[in-house]
């Protein structure tokens, strides 16, 4: 039964529109945020419609495309298609949890960075993240700059770490007598 002056999910989600800004990059000289020279997909996972609008709307006027999925089913299905170097997730899926979405990213050939977002966010949750090997977590409700700066240095650490792996091979082949 609704509460007296309660919205229901539904139409929280269809009155969310949050305005649509245009991020210059870099926002200053000293500040830069990383901008990939083409298109890169993100995928978020969460069952909350308005993180998928906010964060479209955030990336809307740059080279980010933003893919939203409700489940790490979903998820799973776009992943197995598309190179995908960030997953921003939800820590509690309605089918698994954020370190299940991290062990399963694991087993990818070219695993994106896991950004864990939460509106229960602290330092308990940070450090097991980090320390399971997660990249970074992010509070709800989002702070624009603040999402814009986590997931452009994840994706400059995924870019600088696949490069640095690319070049590293012709020298471990070399070093094993190939």
Same mark, same amino acid.
């Given at each position: 039964m609704p509460v007296a002056g309660k919205k229901d999910v539904a139409s929280a989600v269809t009155e969310f529109t949050p305005k649509s800004t245009a991020y210059t990059y870099p926002p200053s000289e000293r500040e830069p945020y990383p901008q990939p020279e083409k298109t890169v997909s993100v995928l978020a996972i969460s069952p909350c419609d308005e993180d998928h609008v906010f964060l479209g709307n955030i990336f809307s006027h740059s080279k980010w495309h933003i893919r939203g999925v409700r489940c790490w089913r979903d998820a799973l299905a776009h992943l197995s298609e598309h190179r995908t170097p960030v997953v921003v997730c939800e820590r509690d899926l309605p089918d698994c949890t954020w370190r299940e979405v991290l062990s399963e990213l694991?087993?990818?050939?070219?695993?994106?960075?896991?950004? *864990?977002?939460?509106?229960?966010? =602290?330092?308990?949750?940070?450090?097991? !993240?980090?320390? @399971?090997?997660?990249?970074? *977590?992010?509070?709800?409700?989002? =702070?624009?700059?603040?999402?814009?700066? !986590?997931?452009? @240095?994840?994706?400059?650490?995924?870019?600088?770490?696949?490069?640095?792996?690319?070049?590293?091979?012709?020298?471990?082949? @070399?070093?094993?007598?190939?």
């Open positions: 694991a087993r990818f050939p070219d695993p994106p960075l896991l950004v *864990v977002t939460s509106r229960l966010a =602290d330092e308990h949750l940070w450090a097991e !993240v980090l320390n @399971l090997g997660g990249y970074d *977590v992010l509070m709800k409700p989002f =702070d624009q700059t603040e999402v814009i700066r !986590v997931i452009g @240095l994840a994706w400059l650490n995924w870019k600088n770490s696949r490069e640095r792996n690319r070049r590293a091979a012709p020298r471990i082949a @070399l070093a094993a007598g190939m």
